[in-house]
């Protein structure tokens, strides 16, 4: 497997019966490295479709998105890009942390923005940001947006995606008051 998107337009096809059909397709990653699936569009026209490759290759990085969103929301994940602009496209790069603030997985993106790096998965959060993981948290888990440098001097903004370990987090870092604290807080004030 190439593990690149993949175009077969008409007679290249091994099979003559298919000379009359183009197919387009994109592999899907699981954010850990492993093939989690294929998106192929397939049609009956001979025309080379640029368009239609364009956009198997987007929908892929969504789905990849996706699955990394829904399918760690037990974990820390970090959007990141190096224009903050961008946190809210198809292009930002996912970084799920491990409990003890490894790389658990990564975006093909990710890894892009983060090339030079050797092995990223089990690669320490400090090992690659000039900051260590507890010194952010804060500000990530109340929502901020930060501007980060990595071991190379690339800068990036990043932020954290709200799902369940964030949540934790943020309530770990900013302990709920009963509304008895908060009166008695009222009063002292």
Do not use: W
């Not at 490894?102 to 975006?107: G, P, Q, R, T, Y």
């Not at 089990?122 to 507890?134: K, L, R, V």
């Not at 952010?136 to 370990?165: I, K």
């Not at 309530?171 to 008895?180: E, G, L, W």
């Amino acid at each position: 497997s190439t593990q690149r998107p993949a175009q077969v337009y008409g007679g290249e096809h091994f099979l003559r019966v298919h000379s009359d059909v183009s197919c387009i397709s994109a592999p899907i990653f699981d954010g850990r490295g492993s093939l989690a699936g294929v998106l192929d569009a397939s049609s009956g026209s001979s025309v080379r479709q640029q368009h239609t490759a364009a956009l198997v290759q987007m929908s892929a990085s969504n789905i990849e998105n996706c699955l990394i969103r829904s399918g760690y929301a037990d974990n820390i994940v970090i959007q990141f890009h190096p224009r903050p602009e961008y946190l809210s496209t198809l292009s930002v790069g996912m970084l799920v942390l491990s409990e003890d603030n490894k790389v658990f997985a990564i975006n093909r993106k990710g890894a892009v923005y983060l090339t030079g790096f050797q092995n990223l998965l089990g690669t320490h959060f400090s090992d690659i940001f000039e900051t260590d993981f507890e010194s952010v948290s804060g500000q990530l888990a109340r929502g901020e947006t930060l501007r980060v440098r990595d071991r190379f001097g690339s800068a990036v903004s990043m932020r954290c995606v709200a799902n369940r370990a964030s949540f934790s987090m943020a309530r770990q870092i900013t302990p709920t008051r009963t509304p008895a604290q908060a009166q008695a807080s009222k009063e002292k004030n």
